[in-house]
């Protein structure tokens, strides 16, 4: 099979690379196409790859091109991770937002509207050029915002676009292992948007072992989650959220604590990563031995402003491993080979939320067959949660509005309704201030 991937320059290919090196079963991936508009960093990219595929048997075949169409057709699987704009676009986000008081955080308030405006356009390019030129593929979206990209994407691919997110599955991880459960054997209910959900249940064999946990105030300060939100909050919500809801539920601290960093995360991811395609370029280094010491640093800095605020501490150990990967993998599994599985997906949800209509895409289990990914059925969610998500899925289709028609209007209005812009005059400021500084968003008008 022939696996596309978009951004295919993009520092977190090798994982995906890495996870496909170790499928030895039917149906596999046998040629990697990587596209990228920036041929050097598909060179330092194809290096870390190769040296990757080093002494393993049969490896997926890699090639690279930045003609888009090339790349795309025969494709079986498309996977999107492109960064529009790059990390440079990304510092800008945070910056402009931060000026005006508000977070800048790429997938969440206004520099999630940022990337979004951006973002959407190109996807919506990508997926028109997809039903053309490979209509039988299966797309998998990494591209942030996953869950706003994934819905933009599906108006034209209708479910064969599916978004994928790490965060739900380590969440999930992390609470089974806590309560020394193994989470192969742990259904994760969990339910809201990408970067916006809750954990309600796990359940092992039938039984919900998640109050357990909430009932321990010992166990809940034990684990990443616990620690970021402390066991008093969890406690009242009654479930355990996404890491991303601190900035919701702790904006001013971390706003504060965002402005008051020596550099914004897109800065120094900007930095750091410019060093490694740099240093990667030179034939006498090892571009894998880079690539691995430059990703173990960007791992364990993650969230590292969110982290000082609750004094969390730092990361675990077993948590720097990454994990969105093994989903792709897993999905891709599911779909080729017919192998059931359940996941944590971003699909349309069909009605399996409520509050949202069918075509809304949410972040939901799934059960995932040759056929595709299906939502399983939710209970509803608590007044708080429905709320938040009803809020900002309502920002997301003014987002999908303004990348349509080119409105700015509709761009300040998505602005506004977002919980954390608390102003219609924050919200033209900022437009005024992104259509200065991103090239992307001079449709805007």
């Not at 942030?144 to 479910?159: K, Q, W």
């Not at 349309?348 to 059925?377: F, H, N, Q, W, Y």
């Amino acid at each position: 099979m022939r696996l596309t991937i978009l951004g295919g320059g993009g520092f977190r290919v090798p994982l995906v690379y890495g996870a496909l090196l170790g499928d030895r079963g039917e149906r596999r991936v046998t040629e990697v196409v990587l596209h990228d508009l920036d041929g050097d960093r598909l060179t330092a990219v194809a290096r870390v790859l190769a040296e990757q595929a080093a002494g393993v048997p049969d490896p997926p075949r890699v090639t690279a091109t930045t003609d888009l169409d090339a790349a795309l057709t025969g494709a079986d699987f498309v996977f999107s991770a492109i960064r529009v704009g790059g990390l440079a676009g990304r510092a800008e986000d945070e910056r402009v937002a931060l000026a005006e008081g508000v977070l800048g955080q790429e997938t969440v308030g206004a520099g999630g509207i940022a990337y979004g405006l951006r973002t959407v356009p190109v996807a919506v390019d990508i997926a028109r050029r997809v039903a053309r030129l490979a209509p039988d593929a299966w797309v998998i979206n990494f591209t942030n915002p996953a869950g706003l990209v994934t819905e933009a994407m599906s108006r034209h691919l209708g479910d064969r676009v599916i978004g994928i997110c790490d965060s739900p599955v380590g969440l999930g991880r992390r609470i089974a292992r806590t309560l020394g459960v193994d989470p192969r054997e742990a259904f994760v209910d969990y339910v809201g948007l990408n970067h916006l959900g809750w954990v309600r249940g796990l359940r092992v064999a039938g039984r919900d072992e998640l109050p357990r946990l909430l009932a321990d105030p010992a166990l809940l300060g034990s684990f990443e989650e616990g620690r970021l939100f402390g066991p008093d909050w969890l406690r009242a919500l009654g479930a355990i959220p996404n890491e991303y809801l601190h900035y919701y539920y702790f904006n001013r601290e971390t706003v504060r604590a965002y402005q008051a960093a020596e550099r914004t995360r897109g800065a120094f991811l900007r930095d750091q990563q410019a060093a490694f395609y740099a240093e990667a370029r030179d034939p006498g280094r090892s571009a894998l031995e880079l690539w691995e010491r430059t990703r173990a640093e960007r791992e364990a800095t993650y969230m590292a402003e969110n982290r000082e605020t609750a004094g969390a501490g730092d990361r675990a150990a077993e948590d720097l491993a990454g994990g969105y990967e093994q989903v792709a993998l897993d999905l891709m599994r599911a779909l080729a080979r017919g192998e059931r599985t359940t996941l944590i997906l971003n699909v349309r949800g069909g009605g399996t939320l409520a509050a949202l209509d069918a075509d809304a895409v949410i972040e939901v289990p799934c059960l995932v067959d040759a056929s595709g990914a299906r939502p399983l059925s939710a209970g509803p969610l608590p007044d708080h949660a429905t709320g938040l998500v009803c809020a900002v899925k309502a920002v997301e289709r003014e987002v999908l509005a303004a990348a349509e028609s080119g409105s700015r209007a509709r761009a300040v209005t998505a602005f506004a309704l977002h919980p954390l812009v608390d102003s219609v005059n924050v919200a033209r400021r900022l437009v005024d201030g992104y259509t200065a500084v991103h090239p992307g968003l001079a449709y805007l008008r």
